[in-house]
């Protein structure tokens, strides 16, 4: 059975540092581009990060860039989101994804085949 978990979620306040994983399971991981979407109250879903399957490519959303950073180690089938500079607008539910195509396909597009249940993420002093 296809599964993504994610942990790591939480309370910071603003201008601190998070770590979502994601660990997957059911599906060959090396196989397909993973990331991050997120959901505020109120608003859409979007794609915050992507990784390729090989992690040589990589996509932000403009309001994360050189504050998150996507890896990922397939050895262990984990996917990672390292948050920094926080901001209360980081605020939401953070869900892992998977799916078949590029990481703009995925992230921008939302082309996505599969998502975890979400793990929450809350940015206030």
């Known amino acids: 059975q296809l599964q993504l978990e994610e942990s790591g979620g939480g309370l910071v306040q603003p201008g601190g540092s998070l770590r979502l994983s994601c660990t997957a399971s059911g599906f060959t991981f090396d196989s397909a581009a993973v990331g991050w979407f997120r959901q505020a109250p109120g608003t859409d879903r979007e794609g915050v990060s992507c990784i390729s399957s090989s992690g040589g490519n990589t996509y932000y959303a403009d309001s994360v860039k050189g504050r998150f950073t996507i890896s990922r180690d397939n050895a262990k089938n984990t996917v990672y989101l390292q948050m920094n500079s926080l901001k209360p607008e980081d605020t939401g539910i953070y869900y892992c994804?998977?799916?078949?195509?590029?990481?703009?396909?995925?992230?921008?597009?939302?082309?996505?085949?599969?998502w975890g249940k979400g793990a929450l993420v809350t940015v206030s002093s």
């Open positions: 994804v998977s799916g078949e195509y590029n990481v703009h396909a995925v992230c921008d597009l939302h082309a996505v085949d599969h």
